[in-house]
């Protein structure tokens, strides 16, 4: 099993900053794409950003320029330094990891993981 855990969300004023962090840990070969989704009340969860094992990164229009999204290997974590906050960026910020593991006669399979969300209130 993968555990997916978030940190880093809660209430800051419209112009602020908050850094959500997300550790992965448990049976884990490698770590391919992570990124992070949010989903506002009443709305779909879309994609925020995304970085790949190599740290090409890309964002949603709606974030660039404001967002960013980094990763240390080692630690298996996922971050996403967010400036500028805007209070149409309230929403429940998920942590997501595609993630290869080793099955039945070392065949390699991947699995996609989901943090449970944390909190983001920005206020105007």
């Known amino acids: 099993q993968v555990q997916l855990v978030e940190s880093g969300g809660g209430v800051v004023q419209a112009g602020g900053s908050l850094r959500l962090s997300c550790a992965a840990s448990g049976s884990i070969f490698s770590l391919n794409a992570m990124g992070w989704y949010r989903q506002a009340p009443g709305k779909q969860r879309e994609l925020v950003a995304v970085i790949t094992s190599g740290g090409t990164t890309n964002y949603a229009d709606s974030v660039k320029g404001r967002f960013t999204i980094s990763r240390e290997n080692a630690k298996n974590t996922v971050y996403l330094q967010m400036n500028e906050l805007k209070p149409e960026d309230t929403a429940v910020y998920y942590c997501?990891?595609?993630?290869?593991?080793?099955?039945?006669?070392?065949?390699?399979?991947?699995?996609?993981?989901w943090g449970q969300g944390t909190q983001v209130t920005v206020s105007s």
């Open positions: 997501n990891a595609d993630v290869t593991k080793i099955g039945a006669y070392s065949v390699p399979y991947e699995l996609v993981y």
